[in-house]
């Protein structure tokens, strides 16, 4: 007993100790920082399921034999001893040699790195966590061995002999013990509120997976063929749910239980609604296809897409509440406080804006605002798309201002007619003779009738439009043009089914949305 006490008090035995702390460190605030990011990607789990990867068939039978259920349990005890003795040499390491301790700690980031972003649906972005962990971690342990170097260097003197200052190595190993328990205190809180934070989100992710969309009364009507422009490159016309735009003010990603979600319909109503998530399953649904635009598009820019989204039209939710006679706008409001400001009437009149709850066949991504967010065709965004909507009260323009309204911009927000050349690109090199000029253009409610295309200075002419599946979603056109060598600018504009044609007039998207015509410079070879 005495020989392991007087062990304990060698600097290498601190040292063990310091790597202990240190690996600690790299993990618990990995798990703390990585509970914001993908839920499966945690170092914890990632190191757990690759190491399940790469355990042979053999010692997995041998783990399910030997601790049945509780093979897991053991999978994690088996990894904190690997983990704890590498710490332990590490630390050492560090003591002897601080640039191979280094070497070895980011030898350790790496692996954890590489475990955590080859899981399944985990981005490159997920190994932050990691990297801000392995720094941290080896900052930690810098600060606990560096004291151990100057102990070392002070001879262990014995206690009586009144040599100088005999207490100054005790002392420093008392300051040790109590840096290094501190650490490694702080980071086993820090990892399980990591692990309980993750843990309450994957809950959520498992519940949406898990989620049946039910079939709904009125289908989306089938779209047409040849919706999509021959042009090769130009945007699908259906925008897959992993490359829709994304636009909102939330810093992490609300996550709501769904069988906690209610929305609130009050204000000027003459009945008070409360609707929970099984109201709207229960409910008949309908779905059609509907473009999203985002005020903030630049001219030719690409924050728009186009969605199959199921949900409830909100005109029911209204017939029940019955809004009283003045009202003239429906303020929501999502669970983080954003809020935007919708006439009342574009929600009562037959262009279908709904509680959505699919989003082309599938739950709502979290990030476009699961379990329930709001869709209306012919608005942008700001003014009519709330994501994880909670609460929608009727209300009047003249009354309440909803949160872009309150800083500068509109307080309405119908979109415009736009176009946008997608093919080729700006300052793309072509080979002279044919080229293909191809593109999308939109103005919701209203449809598109013509798309005219102007190359340099010559007269415009009329592109081929493709197929249109409604008035509330994109159309997509495509142009032959005859290309002589030399820089040459393709000017596109459209016209709408009312038969105004888009204004050339340039306009910055503060505070109603961009406008002019997207021109752009290729050089012919
Ligand atoms: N809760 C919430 N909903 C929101 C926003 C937001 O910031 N917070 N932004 C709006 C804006 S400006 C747009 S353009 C659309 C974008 O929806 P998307 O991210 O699903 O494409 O969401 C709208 N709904
Ligand atoms: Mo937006």
Redesign the pocket.
């Known amino acids: 007993m005495n020989k392991l006490l007087n062990w304990l008090k060698q600097p290498a035995a601190l040292a063990a100790l310091a790597g202990v702390a240190a690996a600690a460190v790299v993990l618990s605030v990995a798990e703390l920082i990585g509970a914001f990011f993908t839920a499966r990607a945690t170092p914890i789990l990632a190191l757990g399921s690759t190491f399940i990867d790469f355990t042979p068939l053999w010692m997995k039978n041998f783990a399910v034999e030997t601790f049945g259920t509780n093979d897991k349990a053991a999978l994690f005890v088996g990894m904190g001893l690997t983990i704890f003795l590498l710490a332990c040499a590490l630390g050492v390491v560090a003591y002897r040699r601080w640039a191979l301790g280094v070497a070895g700690v980011l030898l350790m980031g790496v692996v954890i790195v590489a475990s955590v972003v080859t899981r399944a649906g985990v981005q490159p972005l997920d190994a932050i966590p990691t990297v801000l962990g392995t720094v941290a971690g080896l900052v930690v342990l810098r600060l606990l061995v560096a004291p151990l170097w100057r102990l070392k260097a002070w001879p262990e003197a014995p206690a009586d002999t009144g040599a100088e200052e005999p207490i100054r190595p005790a002392a420093s190993r008392r300051r040790f013990f109590a840096a290094a328990g501190i650490t490694v205190v702080g980071a086993g809180i820090a990892a399980t509120g990591g692990r309980l934070l993750s843990a309450a989100r994957s809950n959520i992710i498992q519940a949406r997976e898990a989620l049946q969309l039910p079939v709904p009364v009125k289908p989306a009507a089938a779209i047409p063929a040849g919706v999509q422009s021959p042009v090769a490159g130009v945007t699908p016309w259906l925008t897959p749910n992993g490359d829709?735009?994304?636009?909102?003010?939330?810093l992490s990603v609300p996550e709501i239980n769904a069988d906690e979600w209610e929305l609130r319909v009050h204000g000027l109503v003459e009945q008070e609604v409360r609707l929970s998530f099984q109201d709207l399953l229960d409910a008949d649904l309908i779905e059609s296809h509907v473009t999203?635009t985002?005020?903030s598009n630049p001219v030719g820019g690409n924050?728009a897409?186009n969605a199959r989204w199921l949900g409830l039209p909100i005109r029911e939710v209204l017939k029940r509440a019955r809004p009283r006679a003045g009202a003239d706008m429906v303020l929501s409001t999502?669970v983080?406080g954003?809020s935007?400001s919708t006439p009342l009437e574009v929600l009562q009149d037959d262009r279908d804006a709904m509680l959505a709850i699919g989003m082309n066949g599938e739950p709502l991504p979290l990030e476009?605002?699961y379990p329930v967010r709001m869709v209306v065709p012919g608005l942008?965004?700001?003014v009519s798309?709330?994501?994880?909507v909670v609460d929608l009260e009727v209300t009047r323009f003249a009354d309440n201002k909803a949160y872009w309204t309150q800083r500068g911009w509109s307080e309405r927000g119908p979109i415009k007619t736009m176009a946008r050349v997608e093919v080729p690109r700006s300052f793309a090199k072509v080979p002279a003779g044919r080229v293909a000029i191809g593109g999308t253009a939109w103005a919701q409610t209203r449809g598109i009738t013509k798309v005219e295309v102007q190359i340099d200075n010559n007269p415009w002419a009329e592109a081929v439009l493709s197929g249109e599946a409604s008035l509330i979603t994109w159309r997509q056109w495509s142009f032959d043009w005859d290309a002589t060598p030399g820089p040459h600018y393709i000017k596109v504009r459209a016209t709408d089914g009312t038969g105004e044609v888009q204004t050339d007039r340039r306009a910055d998207p503060v505070p109603d949305g961009a406008s002019g015509w997207q021109s752009v410079m290729v050089t012919v070879e």
């Open positions: 829709f735009y994304r636009i909102d003010t939330a999203l985002c005020v924050l897409g999502s983080d954003f935007a476009h605002g942008y965004g700001f798309a709330t994501k994880w």
